[in-house]
């Protein structure tokens, strides 16, 4: 059996949002789907700098333009996109609805961005300009702007493949409870802690077996049934707080670019090979597939005191000011920056 399934763009759309999201919405978080996005939001995504567009705070500026000004949303000495009115519209509606939001496109969020909102609350969104500063602040979401990247560089790439802006529920979210499990000829091989830290109560033996039987149980009944997609796919879980039930976070390819975690791929390939008749329809589980978690503080896998994700942190253009800086500093340094640009702009306008 080859290591990985055949990643034709027709499996790769199968995990995009807006194509699961409606089969399993009653197992998952509440979300928002927003699509089409105009050209001018998708160029403003693939522009270099980092800027919020006008209006898109939560007290919208007032207009300085003169009678006989066009109202358009282009700086042409910059080229800046400044506005996208409809746009905000549907974030402050989803906002008003869910009390607060975290954005993602098709497959990636910008959590690599998170530490630019506050870290009591990380990517809560509670304006467009928060969800505009997270996407653009984020190196994660480039992988869905390009199709090259999306249908790893293959010559019959799906044209259908439109941009979507997802607008999710936020929830003060406990890391130690997110998992990711794999499914490979339908058969859930394994599970993993997401979160690089050691927690003590996940290495109780009774905790340990609990978590098991929950996303076994999870799997069988919410999951195998609907998905018929494909046989072989990732999916991420937050359980509960009494660890017995589960809410669905994502669904990924069985992909290089899926992060085993605490496994290799080729374990997995070798957990499902030591299964002696592997079941080939959706009925079929597995008693106890392995569930690897962090054991120790000492654990090769678990954090340091380094921030997650610190190699695409910050936006290139914002490299410059982190020399000889801890990672706090910085941060009040660049955040201190978008404001000072924020108010540059609008004395222009006066």
Not at 79 to 100: N, Q, S
Request: proline share 7%; aromatic share 12%.
């Amino acid at each position: 059996m080859e290591l990985f399934p055949q990643q034709s763009p027709s499996y790769i759309l199968s995990f995009q949002f807006s194509t699961w999201y409606p089969k399993f919405k009653s197992a998952s978080i509440k979300s928002t789907i927003v699509r089409p996005l105009s050209q001018e939001f998708i160029d403003y995504l693939n522009a270099d700098q980092v800027f919020v567009p006008k209006g898109s705070e939560n007290i919208p500026a007032e207009s300085s333009l003169s009678d006989d000004e066009d109202d358009d949303s282009v700086d042409a000495e910059e080229g800046h996109v400044f506005a996208f009115p409809e746009l905000d519209e549907k974030i402050r509606a989803a906002i008003t609805e869910y009390g607060a939001v975290f954005p993602k496109l098709n497959f990636s969020s910008p959590k690599d961005a998170s530490w630019i909102l506050p870290a009591s609350s990380p990517l809560k969104c509670t304006s467009p300009a928060d969800v505009y500063l997270l996407l653009k602040s984020s190196d994660f979401i480039t992988h869905d702007l390009s199709q090259s990247a999306i249908f790893a560089g293959r010559d019959d790439s799906d044209s259908s493949y439109e941009l979507e802006l997802v607008l999710r529920k936020w929830y003060a979210v406990d890391r130690s409870r997110e998992l990711r499990c794999f499914v490979r000829n339908n058969v859930l091989i394994g599970i993993s802690q997401r979160d690089p830290n050691y927690y003590d109560y996940l290495n109780d033996t009774a905790t340990h077996s609990k978590i098991v039987h929950a996303v076994v149980d999870f799997w069988s009944t919410k999951i195998q049934p609907g998905w018929t997609n494909e046989a072989n796919y990732v999916f991420d879980l937050l359980l509960t707080r009494d660890l017995s039930r589960a809410h669905i976070i994502d669904f990924n390819p069985y992909a290089p670019r899926t992060d085993p975690l605490l496994f290799s791929y080729e374990e997995l390939a070798e957990a499902l090979s030591n299964e002696a008749d592997p079941p080939t329809d959706f009925r079929s589980t597995v008693p106890s597939p392995e569930f690897r978690v962090i054991d120790s503080p000492s654990h090769p896998a678990a954090s340091s005191k380094a921030p997650a994700n610190q190699h695409n942190m910050v936006p290139f253009e914002a490299l410059s000011l982190s020399s000889g800086r801890d990672i706090e500093e910085f941060k009040e340094l660049w955040q201190e920056k978008i404001k000072e640009s924020m108010q540059a702009e609008e004395e222009e306008d006066c």
